[in-house]
Nanobody, 120 residues
Framework: QVQLVESGGGLVEPGGSLRLSCAAS????????MGWYRQAPGKQRELVAT???????NYADSVKGRFTISRDNAENTAYLQMSSLKPEDTAVYYC??????????????WGQGTQVTVSS
């Protein structure tokens, strides 16, 4: 059974920084895409950033230049470094992994979510 465990959320003042982590455990062949989504109260879940197995990244316009996604393939972990945080970044952040459990079996997995609150 594949599981994703997130950590690193919390309360931070505007302009501050946080780093989120998401680690996968279990048996699988390869992690393809890793990503982060977020959902604010009363809003739909939205894409924040993704990174492919080759290291190509993609960001939502709202976080470009402030957030950086990275991955450690040896540790099966994704990171989201968030800087210059704004109150509108407040949301529950979810990690997402596209995992190949074998050469022919591929599925999406989600973390449990971690709260990020930006407030003075």
């Amino acid at each position: 059974q594949v599981q994703l465990v997130e950590s690193g959320g919390g309360l931070v003042e505007p302009g501050g920084s946080l780093r989120l982590s998401c680690a996968a455990s279990g048996r699988f062949f390869r992690i393809n895409v890793m990503g982060w989504y977020r959902q604010a109260p009363g809003k739909q879940r939205e894409l924040v950033a993704t990174i492919t197995s080759g290291g190509n990244t993609n960001y939502a316009d709202s976080v470009k230049g402030r957030f950086t996604i990275s991955r450690d393939n040896a540790e099966n972990t994704a990171y989201l470094q968030m800087s210059s945080l704004k109150p509108e970044d407040t949301a529950v952040y979810y990690c997402y992994f596209d995992i190949s459990r074998s050469l022919i079996a591929r599925a999406d997995y989600w973390g449990q979510g971690t709260q990020v609150t930006v407030s003075s």
